[in-house]
């Protein structure tokens, strides 16, 4: 024991000058996620197709992401991390384990027992949700739900955990993660070719790597203990940070519920539609924004912890310019280049050339959206970092539920599309307004300066996309998607290349020169 608690008191969170590491290995693991995400979408939409099945199984993780997000599940590093950095340099060592055991098991009894209700009551429930599905879609969205709900036990405790990996620097759990998920689902697909075996695929991949890997990983830092005590000050103190992350809504989360509810009043396939749609525009934003995100929280956390605010304003404004550079180009590369990355991606088996066009012409719509997405999910960590997750979740309710009408009027009028530009604009304000109170309540970060390298990154992503999309030979099949990608892509990135380094300012100058290095650094490997 007294050597497992010298390994806690030895490890320091992450200081600035490693943050890029910890970010690189982040965004490796979720461009590798990615990739394992696109396998899995592609031998879903072989196997199943864009109908019926493929609606219930995306309408199957409705549920499970409700109490997700209930629980705080997708956030949990947010609301538990600048406490346990906190207390554990307040309070010291031993504290700090005290709050860790008592949160992971009083909120996995609650997880526990919140799972087993929507279990029971999942038809009825399934029913409200989705009452324009038929008898059929139904049963099978009740059923594929009793399958993947109960992973989000192993979600929610095994975040914890990872929380506290990373408190302590250690991102290696948080980078398996999701690739071991989605090997679990792909094997679970691929063994028996039917869309339960997805479902049952999820939930083996929630088991092994969301919770049992990172357990293995602490054996690193001490041992794991669990205490449930919902009433203990410590509970009642995290309860208090993660509360509004549990009763708001985050815009980032319930776009796709929209999504879901709305598109599946507008016939079959369209909730498939958006979804396979949504996978390839979420590519980008996980790679860029969640990675930088997840790795900038413990540095933001400490720079606060310890008073050094204009270091983290610093670090807060060169991070967001970096992350919406990269951003704007991605957002342009996958606007005009969504047919050919469809057909490439998505068209096989059972999976048409309709439904790669409809799929394609939404994606070109929510491509759009990656620069909201990006910026929304580094500026928010400037409240967070600082113990302050109410007056984020304030505006994110309140535009959350301000937006529902135009994704009505939206849907209605425009179908898949509309629903795809009515999230564009949604986010896109959410992410301003993130900004703008950000700057009001704590003096940064400088608007002028990243509205300046937007517009910038916009100038010269144009016409790379232009260009690009201009060497396009418009053949048809396989062949000639994969030839428009690779002479389009090629042309895309040169320009991109070569204005970046004639008109692009000193921030865009830079963060070509690092992720050239670090892509030749991995060649070299």
């Not at 879609?137 to 009793?146: D, N, S």
């Not at 428009?484 to 040169?494: E, R, S, T």
């Amino acid at each position: 024991m007294a050597a497992d608690r010298k390994s806690r008191s030895d490890a320091a969170p992450l200081g600035g000058r490693h943050l890029g590491a910890a970010a690189l290995l982040l965004a490796t693991s979720i461009f590798l996620s990615r990739v394992m995400g696109f396998v899995r979408e592609m031998v879903l939409a072989a196997q199943v197709g864009a109908g019926r099945e493929t609606d219930a199984y995306y309408a199957a993780f409705q549920l499970p992401d409700l109490l997700n997000y209930l629980l705080a599940g997708g956030a949990l590093a947010i609301a538990f991390t600048p406490l346990y950095l906190r207390v554990r340099g307040e309070r010291g060592e031993a504290e700090a384990e005290e709050l860790f055991r008592t949160v992971l098991g009083t909120l996995g009894a609650l997880v526990l027992l919140l799972s087993a209700l929507l279990w029971l009551n999942a038809e009825r429930l399934i029913a409200l949700q989705f009452s324009s599905f038929d008898a059929e879609t139904r049963a099978l969205t009740v059923r594929l739900t009793r399958i993947v709900l109960p992973g989000q036990i192993f979600f929610v405790t095994g975040g914890i955990v990872r929380a506290v990996l990373m408190a302590h620097g250690r991102f290696g759990a948080q980078a398996a993660a999701p690739l071991l998920y989605n090997g679990g689902v792909i094997a679970g697909g691929l063994a028996t070719g039917s869309v339960e075996g997805f479902a049952w695929g999820a939930l083996v991949g929630a088991i092994v790597g969301t919770w049992a890997y990172p357990i293995w990983d602490m054996r690193h830092i001490g041992p794991v203990g669990l205490r449930v005590a919902p009433f203990d000050a410590r509970f009642r103190r995290y309860l208090w940070l993660a509360l509004p992350l549990m009763l708001g809504l985050s815009l980032t989360t319930v776009d796709e519920w929209y999504e879901r509810w709305f598109g599946a009043t507008l016939g079959v396939g369209v909730v498939a539609t958006l979804g396979f749609a949504r996978r390839l525009m979420m590519a980008p934003v996980a790679v860029i924004g969640q990675a930088v995100a997840a790795a900038a929280l413990p540095t933001l956390s400490r720079l606060h912890a310890e008073g050094r605010e204009q270091e983290l304003e610093q670090t807060l404004v060169r991070t967001l310019q970096a992350t919406l550079v990269v951003a704007v180009f991605c957002a342009a590369a996958v606007c005009v280049f969504s047919q050919p990355l469809v057909e490439v991606m998505y068209r096989r088996g059972h999976f048409t050339g309709a439904d790669a066009a409809r799929v394609a012409s939404v994606l070109s719509v929510l491509a759009l959206a990656v620069p909201g997405w990006v910026s929304q999910q580094v500026a928010v960590r400037a409240f967070f970092a600082r113990g302050d997750t109410w007056r984020p979740m304030l505006l994110g309710t309140v535009i959350a539920l301000a937006v529902i009408p135009l994704y009505l009027a939206m849907g209605e009028r425009f179908a898949a599309e509309g629903l795809a530009a009515a999230g564009v604009a949604a986010i896109s304000l959410n992410a301003v307004a993130t900004l703008v109170w950000a700057r009001l309540r704590y003096g940064g970060p400088k608007l002028s300066v990243l509205a300046a390298t937007t517009a910038r990154s916009v100038a010269l992503a144009v016409p790379a996309a232009l260009l690009g999309a201009l060497t396009r030979s418009g053949a048809a099949g396989m062949s000639g998607a994969m030839l428009d990608l690779a002479l389009g892509g090629a042309v895309f990135v040169g320009v991109a290349l070569l204005c970046t380094r004639w008109l692009g300012d000193e921030i865009m100058r830079e963060t070509l020169r690092r992720l050239t290095d670090r892509a030749a650094a991995l060649l070299r490997r």
